[in-house]
């Protein structure tokens, strides 16, 4: 079904990723992608780690890049850390605990293979140039992140929206998408916000106030072991909410013409 420039399914497909990259739609819902029991426990184990950490979110300011917390938490490191640093340390600190991140969100998932697994297989298959673990600095990154809201901080994360997109110098990506798969879900609130807007390029600067410059919006309210890919060039936020945590396992998905999707956190 297509509704709001949103196409609701129940197995992905080679046309809805020929649509998201023609920018025909926004985003793709492809409900029950993983096995909602295991959904649960991973996220359980993810609110429990004692290896989550704040994840900031890139933003520019009079030409300076600044991370910015929202209120949202991340079990494994992001990419964007290394966006503005030469610092080696950190750069290999990068590159090892991806390998530990992935192998950490297997062992929650065991006997079963992880949603970003599961993502990447069926990737493969549907795309006709398939899918894989990108190495934009010639090293295989981190491909699936565990990110952890709780009610009292999910204010940060509505306004005001942002969007993510690659720098250039790491590597000229045609489209940029995120993949959401949703392991915990408030009942209240917590809805995905998008607007279909032009694409921001990497790094803009965005106004101060930047949803009352927008058209308006489109919410989806997913359920546990429910995928969403949509732009993330694109400004987006969430909800807020009240109750139980949000989380969901979330990858970035880099697209070139005529080469595999890159995948990388």
């Not at 109750?243 to 880099?254: A, C, K, N, S």
């Amino acid at each position: 079904m297509k509704n709001n420039n949103i196409i609701v399914a129940e197995q992905l497909e080679q046309s809805h990723l020929d649509k998201l990259i023609a920018n025909d739609i926004t985003a793709v819902m492809i409900k029950q992608f993983y096995f909602q029991d295991n959904a649960v426990k991973i996220a359980d184990k993810i609110i429990a780690s004692s290896t989550v950490e704040q994840y900031t979110h890139e933003l520019k300011i009079d030409d300076e890049l600044h991370q910015e917390y929202l209120g949202v938490d991340r079990e494994g490191m992001p990419f964007n850390l290394l966006y503005d640093t030469s610092n080696q340390n950190l750069i290999n600190k990068y590159y090892v605990s991806a390998r530990e991140n992935i192998a950490r969100i297997r062992s929650y998932a065991a006997p079963a293979m992880t949603p970003i697994d599961k993502l990447r297989l069926e990737l493969d298959e549907n795309y006709t140039y398939g899918a894989m673990i990108a190495a934009f600095q010639q090293r295989k990154m981190l491909a699936g992140i565990g990110r952890l809201s709780h009610a009292e901080m999910s204010h940060m994360s509505e306004n005001p929206p942002h969007f993510d997109a690659l720098p250039v110098k790491f590597a000229a990506l045609s489209q940029q998408f995120a993949a959401n798969i949703y392991l915990k879900v408030p009942e209240e609130g917590g809805e995905l916000e998008l607007w279909d807007t032009a694409p921001m390029t990497p790094l803009s600067i965005v106004p101060d106030d930047w949803r009352s410059h927008l058209p308006p919006s489109m919410l989806l309210k997913p359920e546990v072991g429910d995928l969403i890919i949509f732009n993330c060039r694109k400004p987006h936020a969430i909800r807020s909410f009240t109750g139980e945590p949000r989380v969901t396992m979330q990858v970035f998905i880099g697209y070139q013409e005529e080469k595999p999707l890159q995948l990388w956190n």
